[in-house]
T-cell receptor, first 114, second 116 residues
Framework: GENVEQHPSTLSVQEGDSAVIKCTYS??????FPWYKQELGKRPQLIID?????GEKKDQRIAVTLNKTAKHFSLHITETQPEDSAVYFC?????????????FGSGTRLLVRP | EAGVAQSPRYKIIEKRQSVAFWCNPI?????LYWYQQILGQGPKLLIQ????????DSQLPKDRFSAERLKGVDSTLKIQPAKLEDSAVYLC??????????????FGPGTRLLVL
């Protein structure tokens, strides 16, 4: 089945610097890759997603890149701010029979130091 | 647009007791998911419904966990009897559909379960 690996598990950056989180997946048929931000004690919230027909997508300070050949995708946050501190999860879609679901990575705890 | 609702928000029980969680998805969302999130890990899918039918329950410990989605809207997840290792946050999510560019999942606030 699909397996998603996420690195690093923790990331500490200075305010204003960039942060990069990387994920790899195993199912070459995966075609949808969302990223979620989860603040302490709160629900995961979708921040950006990308589909397999696109190599890069940007939304203000956040961008995601996808390399289908290498089966990896990355989240880039530029000009980081203290409110970006949270746990970030990547996910990849997988399908089998009538099921279409997401497999999540183990998460990256991002700390932005003021 | 109202989000996914869950209750209760917190629950403390002793092992071997029973517990039930409730989820109300976003109106019009056909697909509903229950996830288990253990501290420090990503969400793990337990069961997926399409309307009121189960499409994936391969990761659901069926000897103790059960779930239903009445009339294709609200859903309940039950654990009976609970074990210590069931301590986790139980997240409900919903999407318009599964796949077909309508698969964006929106999560509820979760129910934090502690089994003593």
């Amino acid at each position: 089945g699909e397996n998603v690996e996420q690195h690093p598990s923790t990331l500490s950056v200075q305010e204003g610097d960039s942060a990069v989180i990387k994920c790899t997946y195993s199912d070459s048929a995966s075609n949808y890759f969302p990223w979620y931000k989860q603040e302490l004690g709160k629900r995961p919230q979708l921040i950006i997603d990308i589909r397999s027909n696109v190599g890069e997508k940007k939304d203000q300070r956040i961008a995601v890149t996808l390399n289908k050949t290498a089966k990896h995708f990355s989240l880039h946050i530029t000009e980081t701010q203290p409110e970006d501190s949270a746990v970030y999860f990547c996910a990849a879609s997988t399908a089998g029979g009538s099921s279409y679901k997401l497999i999540f990575g183990s998460g990256t705890r991002l700390l932005v130091r003021p | 647009e109202a989000g996914v609702a869950q209750s209760p928000r917190y629950k403390i029980i002793e092992k071997r007791q029973s517990v039930a969680f409730w989820c109300n998805p976003i109106s019009g969302h056909a697909t509903l998911y229950w996830y288990q999130q253990i501290l420090g890990q990503g969400p793990k899918l337990l069961i997926q419904f399409q309307n009121n039918g189960v499409v994936d329950d391969s990761q659901l410990p069926k000897d103790r966990f059960s779930a239903e989605r009445l009339k294709g809207v609200d859903s309940t997840l039950k654990i009976q009897p609970a074990k210590l290792e069931d301590s986790a946050v139980y997240l409900c999510a919903s999407s318009l559909q599964a796949g077909a560019f309508r698969e964006t999942q929106y999560f509820g606030p979760g129910t934090r379960l502690l089994v003593l």
